[in-house]
């Protein structure tokens, strides 16, 4: 009778982990294959590839920030709106002197502008956090809530209009390269490893995963769950800032339309990339992946001339497709 030894169990169990962890990259290897033959080569041509990558940034710094919500069994549907009043802010403060812009006597840096813009988004988060934590609010309400009052706050402020004429140092945040990298994409590339760092080699990011994990748990060991709570909605609140600066310099303009749906990316990524709607599971290099992929989905459809409704019901089944094999990996 055949014995199995200790090696033979260790060997099978990393081979199943292996592939259960890096399966995602095999995805996103066969969604290019795909498509290139799809479109006739169109998609694997540099320029294209460049747009994806540099298109990529504002879907995965925001994806980042709804993976930390994600695996504490919360949800952001805010994070579209807070990058539109970001935008709006901030191109409002980096306009060049005119009589029309909105601050016409108002002469900052363009590093004011920024800031301002990133710390509007991190207070539409704060505010979120302190609901859901205080009122004990579920976040899919509080969130819904917040996602209805900052696009109307973009609107009030722009007076529905794009704000235009910036100053062409925070175009440069969008539009140019450093060494021949895309800057969104440097900096989409500081967010991830930073973010990486801190879900995994943090006290914080062990929080996270706790309480996920178990919240009556993460309460009993110490945990406290309204800070917490707070500082990761106002993480994603802050990560949606950084996305609307940088959406708002890629175009020259801040749109008070900005990010309409990308809500909808950003949990697809997210989910995509393995993290968990059952809590205490996710990964920021899943995550980018995810992101990834749905950048090139997006790309793939339009070269292959499909509208943007086309579009949203492909990613919704993706969704349920992604939740079914999710439900089925925890049973």
Known sequence: MATTTTADVKSKFDTAAFIKQYAIIGILIIFVVVLTFATGGKFLQTQNLLNVVTQVAAIGIIAIGMTFVIITLGIDLSVGSILAVAAVVSTSLAQLPSATAKYPDLHLPVIVAVLA??????????????????????????????????????????DGRPISRLDPTFNFLGQNAILGIPVPIIIFAIVAVTAHVILNYTRFGRHVYAIGGNEQAARVSGINLKRATIVIYTLCGLLAGIAGVISAGRIG????????????????????????????????????IGALIIQSLNTGLVLLGMNDFVQMVVKGAIIIVAVILDERKNR
């Open 117 to 158: 813009g990133i710390a509007v988004g991190a207070l539409a988060g704060w505010t979120n956090g302190f609901l859901i934590a205080t009122f004990k609010i579920a976040p899919f309400i509080a969130t819904l809530g917040m996602m209805s009052s900052a696009r109307g706050l973009a609107l009030i402020y722009s």
């Open 253 to 288: 303009s801040g749109n008070p339309q900005l990010g309409t749906g990308i809500e909808l990316d950003a949990i697809t990524a997210a989910v995509i990339g393995g993290t968990s709607f059952k809590g205490g599971i996710g990964t920021i290099w899943g995550t980018v």
